[in-house]
């Protein structure tokens, strides 16, 4: 591991070690399997940031599930001033199931807002939400979140999935940015 990496124009300084993450999915993994004993829930995977964590997580579930891999896309509608946004690649009935949603970030909480829209529109029965990262000083919304990896200032960061313009999801440590 580097202590110090650059990514584009931006330096960034180790901030969560792998295990340290691995010690927090396992967290997170161990509640769900705790809370879906006797159910099968199902799986949204919100990409692109949360696929290294819905691989390492997933691997770790031990009840019956299925898993979708979905995309919030927003897309500006027939009125320039209306931005809607809608679930691309649901490819499971929600209606009456119970429903995980595996995010890699909570910031301000508006996408997962959106998201818990959708999923009640679509009449899921329950529906519980699983973050690694969790900023609480950044969010402003009033829903709970059932499940959360780490909690962290402010700050912004990348790799485990998480980007700064494309790059970095790969690595297996999150850095922050050294301002
Ligand atoms: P929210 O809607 O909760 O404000 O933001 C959620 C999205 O913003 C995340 O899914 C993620 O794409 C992006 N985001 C928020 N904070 C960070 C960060 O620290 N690093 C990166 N790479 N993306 C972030």
Same mark, same amino acid.
């Given at each position: 591991?580097?202590?110090?990496? /650059?990514?584009?124009? /931006? ?12 010690? =927090?999915?396992? *967290? ?12 099968? %829930? !199902? ?6 940031? =949360?696929?290294?964590? =819905? ?5 770790? #579930? ?24 809608? !679930? ?8 009456? *199931? ?14 997962? /807002?959106?998201?818990?829209?959708? !999923?009640?529109?679509?009449? =899921? ?6 973050? !690694?990262?969790? /900023? %609480? ?10 499940? #959360? ?5 402010? $700050? ?12 970095? *999801?790969?690595? %297996? $440590?999150?850095?922050? #940015?050294?301002?």
């Amino acid at each position: 591991m580097d202590n110090k990496i /650059k990514v584009r124009d /931006k330096e960034f300084g180790i901030y969560l070690t792998a295990q340290e993450i691995d010690l =927090a999915v396992s *967290r997170v993994a161990d509640s769900i399997n705790h809370d879906m004993k006797g159910k099968v %829930p !199902l799986f949204l995977v919100v990409l692109n940031g =949360a696929f290294m964590f =819905a691989s390492d997580l997933l691997k770790k #579930i031990k009840v019956d599930n299925n898993i979708s891999f979905v995309k919030l896309s927003s897309y500006t509608g027939t009125r320039s001033s209306q931005v809607v946004s809608e !679930l691309i690649g649901l490819n499971e009935v929600v209606k009456g *199931r119970t429903v995980v949603i595996l995010e890699d970030i909570i910031d301000t909480g508006l996408t997962m /807002k959106r998201m818990l829209e959708i !999923l009640r529109q679509q009449e =899921a029965a329950d529906v519980k939400i699983a973050t !690694l990262v969790y /900023k %609480p000083g950044a969010f402003t919304e009033d829903y709970k979140i059932d499940y #959360i990896g780490l909690e962290i200032p402010n $700050d912004f960061i990348l790799g485990y999935g998480l980007d700064y313009d494309g790059f970095g *999801r790969n690595l %297996p $440590d999150i850095y922050k #940015i050294v301002e």
